[in-house]
């Protein structure tokens, strides 16, 4: 029989980190739904502070169900498997390459067209 995991507060750091990475897009999200528009003269720029905001949300919320799975493999006695959450880190991962690629093709457009 295995003993309970140390009841420190690694998961509720980590939900944190994850937290604070969801704020701080959220946070640039809503800076880009100010500036782009005006930068470009064009309201559909804003697309993708929103698109930002939205990911931001299921980042948060997704924190909070790893957070709540993670609880829950911990305290499980015996076999514990493997952790879950993999999929958020994915998920964060293919976000900031897409926000990667987007910000290259708008320098590559203005560079262009001056």
Known sequence: MS???D???QPER???AWRRTALALGAGSIVAMRVIP???GSAWWALVGVAGLIASAMFWLGARRRYRE???VLAREGDRGRMPGA???IAL???TLGAAL???AIVITVVSAV
């Open 87 to 89: 999929g958020l880190l």
């Open 38 to 40: 005006a930068a470009f």
């Open 3 to 5: 003993t309970l995991f």
């Open 7 to 9: 009841p420190g507060l």
């Open 14 to 16: 980590t939900e944190l």
């Open 93 to 95: 991962t293919l976000f």
């Open 70 to 72: 993670v609880n829950e």
């Open 102 to 104: 987007l910000s290259l």
